[in-house]
């Protein structure tokens, strides 16, 4: 199995599937030479969603690929299931989900720029918000803060009042909140704080979803496990990965090393 994304945020994604396939074996690609997805033009992203998965079945037996990541999703999955003919699942923002557990009925959407403007995105958008209020922010810094978090860095609240501001304005909050990307999940706590929500928020962030997806391919096609080892490749040497290195400790990595996407 290959998960990737440009960050860490793909991780979140890769600790709810070890949960619910605690025997998986896996390899996971840290883009970091092109974090973040969020600023990138379409076409780099397509394209470079080729390369990934193509440099990876070219070393190692793959069978199934994870795209960790929103932004890549919505914009490149329905490319790549047509050149390769294995599974690819990626993670998508649920507004679905969010209509069923909202009670305002004022739902937020927030995710990144180039996943807000996605045809996908704006689709849904466009099929779910007659019976429901949708608030949306597009922002590419959020990801930003995420990484720097799990890096040991505090978070500035000045930052994210300004992320947030469209919000903090609102007369009533969003009482479900839609994280689509998967590096939001590290900030829920922030994100309340940010809105002085004292009752509680729905976050909703289609992880569990995709783990569930990976649990049937697992169980109904009956795949070999082909990697026998978990594996942590990253596409650019910096100083930033060595306090990566401690939170990489729980999913027990036995090759950590750096690969060339040219």
């Keep these: 199995m290959l998960i990737f994304d440009s960050g860490v945020g793909g991780l979140s994604v890769l600790k709810t599937i070890k949960r619910i396939l605690p025997k998986i074996h896996y390899i996971y690609i840290l883009d970091n030479e092109a974090f ?38 919505t914009v490149a999955l329905s490319v ?12 998508f923002p649920s507004i679905k989900s969010a209509k069923k557990i909202t009670k305002n009925k004022i739902i937020g959407l927030i995710a990144t720029k180039a996943t807000i403007n996605s045809f996908y995105t704006k689709k849904i958008i466009c099929k779910n918000s007659s ?3 949708l608030k949306i922010i597009g922002t590419n810094k959020l990801a ?25 304005k609102l007369p009533i909050y969003p009482d479900t909140i839609i994280l689509g990307c998967t590096h939001f999940s590290l900030l829920e706590e922030e994100i309340k704080n940010i ?23 697992f169980n109904q096609l009956k795949m070999e496990q082909k990697i026998k080892k978990n594996i ?11 306090s990566l290195l401690f939170f990489l400790k729980e999913y027990k990595f036995k090759i950590i090393k750096h690969i060339n996407l040219y």
């Design 131 to 133: 019976s429901n209020t």
């Design 232 to 242: 942590f490749l990253y596409s650019k040497k910096s100083d930033s990965l060595k």
């Design 80 to 91: 790549l299931r047509n050149i390769f003919n294995f599974p690819i699942i990626g993670i």
């Design 144 to 168: 930003l803060i995420a990484e720097k978090k799990i890096r040991g860095y505090s978070v500035s609240r000045i930052q994210l009042k300004n992320i947030f501001k469209p919000w903090i």
């Design 36 to 73: 973040p997805y969020g600023n990138k033009t379409e076409i780099f992203i397509i394209k470079r969603s080729i390369k990934i998965i193509n440099t990876i079945k070219k070393i190692y037996p793959i069978s199934i690929v994870v795209i960790a990541c929103n932004t890549v999703s």
């Design 195 to 217: 809105l002085c929500i004292r009752s509680p928020i729905n976050f909703i962030d289609s992880i569990e979803i995709v783990a569930s997806q990976i649990e049937n391919y």
